[in-house]
């Protein structure tokens, strides 16, 4: 198992750019959660899914969207990158709700 | 929704002595959660609480949920170098079960 996949691990990104943060676990799991950690930071919750096709608003999802079209997969979309949106992304996911989360090795974004 | 307070945000320690990390809710918690990261990398579980009044161990690490499922607390007997890094307690909340962080507590340790 490779557990939780995250790419890529580092990306710069211009004022106005969008891209995509990829995921994707192979553990069957049914909970994914995408969260962002700035410079000695806690964890701040973007979006989470209960499973495919069912995404929600964590605390700081403005500027960010999301997709759930499988249960392996929960891109991270940013659309118009600001450098607010500097930060280190984790993806995460458990088998259901409360129980242990696996992290991805994260993906360091910085918006220049 | 779903809030925990961690306390303190930053410890440094002698390599020796002990450390303590506390979680606190205005509510009552199902369950909770501990994870330690080390410095640049990602969060790793390292247990979980459900009942009340719960204490678990791993080797020189105490894990205490409250009696009112309002508090938990881990304690490092005797810290080592390897134990640099930041402890997150985090519990579940809204209703379809999203996972909140607390704000996290470094830990530092001189050898």
Known sequence: NAGVTQTPKFRILKIGQSMTLQCAQDMNHNYMYW???????????IYYSVGAGI????EVPNGYNVSRSTTED?????????PSQTSVYFCASSYGRATEAFFGQGTRLTVV | GQQV?????????????????YCNSS???????WYKQRPGGHPVFL???????EVK????????FGEAKKNSSLHITATQTTDVGTYFCAVVGGSQ??????????????P
């Open chain 1, 35 to 45: 969260y962002r950690q700035d410079p000695g930071m806690g964890l701040k919750l």
């Open chain 1, 55 to 58: 995404t929600d608003k964590g």
């Open chain 1, 74 to 82: 929960f891109p991270l979309r940013l659309e118009l990158a600001a």
């Open chain 2, 5 to 21: 307070m961690q306390i303190p945000q930053y410890q440094h320690v002698q390599e020796g002595e002990d450390f303590t990390t």
């Open chain 2, 27 to 33: 509510t009552t918690l199902s369950n909770i959660q």
């Open chain 2, 47 to 53: 247990i979980q609480l459900v009942k009340s009044g």
């Open chain 2, 57 to 64: 161990k791993q080797k020189r690490l105490t894990f205490q």
């Open chain 2, 97 to 110: 079960g999203n996972l909140i962080f607390g704000k996290g507590t470094k830990l530092s340790v001189k």
